[in-house]
């Protein structure tokens, strides 16, 4: 089984470990995604929005060198540190097999999956969260105003995650967030 792993964030420049066969490539499917979620460390990271109103940007992807699906989810999982009990909520996965596609995202995975030749499809589905609240979508201004108040390692950190972040993933947040902070990609 041929898995392939997307992703639009760290996962391109950090993998960790994740068991990937060593590239990213530039034309996975089109998804939106937007810099929405505030994390532990108060970086402002990238999630799938399953909103129409999200522009769609082109994600990247890896073929996995795992086989087995449950092995390549699990180590999805592991890498970004999601609790096993949260597996079928925030690791999202398309099947080649899969009756009907669930929602508009798997959708759009599954017709890209399928012109490349991709068995299953496997991402992190982390939900929008600002705060304390899960699934609040921030305003780009909300986020701006976020990130300014950072200091010390945490703005570092902000700062690296959102310059870092591949230049294909040009969301309308980035946007503002540069025009704002000249946080400019590296």
Not at 94 to 118: F, L, T, Y
């Amino acid at each position: 089984m041929i898995i392939g792993c997307l992703g639009w964030g760290s996962l391109i420049w950090r993998p960790k470990g994740l068991p990937i066969r060593r590239y990213w490539f530039n034309d996975g499917p089109f998804l939106p995604i937007e810099f929405a979620r505030q994390s532990k460390d108060d970086r402002i990271t990238l999630v799938v929005i399953a909103r129409n109103s999200f522009p769609l940007v082109r994600s990247l992807w890896a073929v996995m060198s795992l086989t087995d699906l449950d092995q390549a989810r699990e180590a999805l999982r592991q890498r970004e540190g999601i609790s096993k009990e949260k597996i079928d909520n925030h690791i999202g996965t398309w099947r080649n097999n899969q009756a009907n596609a669930e929602d508009e995202i798997h959708s759009r995975i599954g017709a890209w999956a399928k012109q490349v030749g991709i068995d299953a499809v496997i991402w992190t589905n982390l939900p929008p969260k600002f705060g304390e609240n899960d699934n609040q979508i921030p305003t780009p201004e909300e986020v701006v105003l976020h990130l300014s108040k950072l200091e010390g390692t945490r703005l570092d950190n902000a700062m690296q995650y959102i310059r870092m972040t591949p230049r294909q993933i040009d969301t309308d947040y980035r946007q503002y967030i540069e025009s704002k902070l000249n946080w400019l990609p590296y």
